[in-house]
């Protein structure tokens, strides 16, 4: 294997994989159960950056905050912070972990590092590299180790406590996924095609075969990948061969994909955010999106 060394301007290039949408409101202002005393559906919000589950409850990070669907499926503010929410995760024991940059007027530095919630968004610590680093996809394995996609040095890197980091590979990426089951097995998308590690991200193999945007694993054989144009696709091997699911609903490139489980699947599409319990096959939309045009997502 090579390790891919790039320049600190990589993230740059990689966001042309992606498009950029607007989260609307579909119903008239509501109170939400988890919007932490804010009220009302936003409007105009853009950039899907991250989606995750906790609860049962649908979490959408985005340019302007995190979201969760309220009556109809509108979105409603979680908290007060409306930062640009960058790398998003919510790991097994609930703790959301996040970066990018703070909201205009927020004051502070102008990257986030890592910060996390305790309570489901409501609030949020820096955690470390505040001022520092913008990661743009994070990961979370079992036992708590956090890998995270540096966009400031196109590097990732990899944390057991969340305070010390270690540096990895350099590489021009979008988006990162780490098997459940050996998290010595990184997967990361590029350019010319998926890159992949078997030494926890120290060396990648120079990318191939699908071109995908983002990438997600919900077990050792369920790793699930989305291509720019919105075919979604699955490995059974940790990546080296893809097998086409079917094309992701709601037109569009797509903006974020996680993975819950072996069947679970969310992914920002179009014109929604939807969710699959059947691996793919089937989706139903669980929050509204607009599409718009404009700099990419990332």
Known sequence: MTTLRLPRTAAASAAVLSLTFALTACSPSTDSDHSGGSKGAASALTHIHGLGLHKETLYVATHEGIYSPGAGGAPVLVGERRDDF???TVA???????????APGGGGPSD?????????????KERSLGGEVDFHALDVVPGGTVYGYDSTGGRLRVTRDQVVWEDR?????LDIAVSPADPEVVVATTES???RSADGGRTFSAG???????????AGDALFGVSPGGVLFRSGDGGRVWGRVGRVPGGGAPQALTVVDARRLLVASGDGVYESRDAGRSFVRRMEVTSVTGEGGH
């Open 92 to 102: 097994a024991d609930g703790t959301f972990l996040a970066s990018g940059h703070p």
């Open 208 to 218: 191939a075969g699908e071109v995908l945007a983002y990438v997600s694993w919900g």
């Open 112 to 124: 986030l590092g890592l910060v996390a919630s305790d309570d489901a968004g409501l609030t949020w």
């Open 86 to 88: 960058m790398g998003f």
């Open 169 to 173: 590979a350099g590489l021009r990426a």
């Open 193 to 195: 095609g998926v890159a």
